[in-house]
């Protein structure tokens, strides 16, 4: 048998293997739709002096259509003038819509965590997370709206003392806690979510 004839490989020139280019993983419809989500939210916390005064608006209509109590918001910041009596004689008063009163921050913060989900929750339905985070987001507006106009008619009628018993009693702060807690529910299995199995990006 011959030998095989190998010839020397020639220094000068150098042999260099290029491994095929990984291309860039695509960006998913989930994180396509938690970035607009995201923006949502951060509107809602960057602009609560915009987001109050839709609230006393709201509130004034309610008070107007449903309460037979006169109510308008004079000006383009979040200040409910409406209509009271003091001594049998009617007068106007006024309350402000406060970053405490707002729902603004627990809707911005729900909306946020709505974004976080879709991009990081992936054995939770999309739609499913969209359908549970805009139903909360629905229900703390209304929750906020209604506290609202509970604090003007306990005012009202009850003076300070209804001011602070619906503030900080019935309508403080723990009412839109335990609201968010109850809208929590919806991201569950029983709730509107229903946790699927893995499906990649859909």
């Given amino acids: 048998m011959d030998d095989a004839l190998t010839e020397a490989p020639d220094p000068s020139v150098e042999i260099r293997i290029v491994g095929a280019r990984t291309p860039p993983p695509a960006v998913g419809p ?3 739709a938690a970035v607009p989500v995201a923006v949502l ?3 809602a916390l960057l602009g609560t002096d915009r987001f109050r005064h839709g609230e006393a608006v709201l509130a004034a209509r309610l008070l107007d259509q449903v309460f ?3 109510a308008v918001v004079p000006s383009a910041g979040p200040l409910l003038s409406y209509e009271t009596t003091a001594g049998g004689v009617p007068v106007w008063a006024a309350v402000l819509v406060t970053g405490p009163v707002s729902a603004s921050w627990w809707v911005g913060g729900a909306l946020l965590a709505v974004a976080l989900m879709l991009a990081l929750w992936r054995r939770a339905p999309a739609a499913g997370l969209l359908v549970a985070g805009m139903t909360t987001v629905a229900v703390l507006g209304v929750v906020g709206t209604a506290r609202t106009v509970l604090v003007v008619e306990a005012t009202a009628r009850w003076g300070d003392t209804g001011f602070a018993w619906m503030m900080h009693t019935v309508g403080g702060p723990a009412l839109m806690a335990s609201t968010l807690c109850l809208c929590a529910l919806l991201f569950t299995p029983a709730g509107l ?6 499906t990649g990006d859909a």
Avoid at 193 to 198: E, F, S
């Fill in 193 to 198: 979510l229903g946790v699927a199995r893995p």
């Fill in 30 to 32: 989930r994180l396509l």
């Fill in 41 to 43: 939210g951060i509107a």
């Fill in 68 to 70: 037979s109590r006169p």
